[in-house]
C-alpha cells in the first residue's frame, strides 16, 4: 500500500501516527484530515505532558486550597480527544504511542464503505 506523504508541521509523534496509520490503511481526504487532526492533537499532548511532569503536581488555587495542577487536566483532555479523532477513523490505540487498526475494525469499515456507496446510489 502507497503511504500518504506526512503533513510537514508534524513533530515526531505525530509523523510517527501519521506514518504507522497511513502504511496501513488508504485514506479518504476526509479521513486524511481527521488524522492530520489527530497527529497535530498527539504532538500537542507530548508537550503537554512535557510541561507537566517538569511542573509541580500540586498547585495553589485560587482561594489558597492545595490542587492538582491543571496541566494534567489538558493531558487527559487531549488523549480523550486524540481517541475520538482515532476512534472516528476506525482505529484503536494499542499502548502508548502505537496504533494499528484490528482485522475487525478494518472489516467493519469495508462494509461501512461498501453500505455508503449502495445507499447514495453509486454501486
Request: charged letters at 25%; hydrophobic letters at 35%.
Amino acid at each position: 500500500m502507497t503511504e500518504t506523504a506526512a503533513p510537514d508541521d508534524l513533530a515526531a509523534a505525530g509523523r510517527k501516527l501519521w506514518e504507522s496509520i497511513t502504511a496501513q490503511i488508504a485514506l479518504t481526504t476526509t479521513e486524511a484530515a481527521l488524522l492530520c487532526e489527530a497527529c497535530r492533537a498527539t504532538d500537542e499532548l507530548d508537550t503537554l505532558r512535557a510541561a507537566a511532569t517538569s511542573s509541580e503536581l500540586i498547585t495553589t488555587g485560587s482561594t489558597g486550597q492545595p490542587v492538582v495542577n491543571r496541566l494534567w487536566d489538558e493531558v487527559r483532555k487531549h488523549r480523550d480527544s486524540v481517541a475520538r479523532l482515532l476512534g472516528q477513523l476506525g482505529v484503536v490505540v494499542y499502548g502508548e504511542g502505537s496504533s494499528s487498526p484490528s482485522d475487525r475494525q478494518r472489516q467493519a469499515r469495508q462494509r461501512a464503505l461498501a453500505n455508503s456507496v449502495k445507499a447514495n446510489g453509486k454501486g
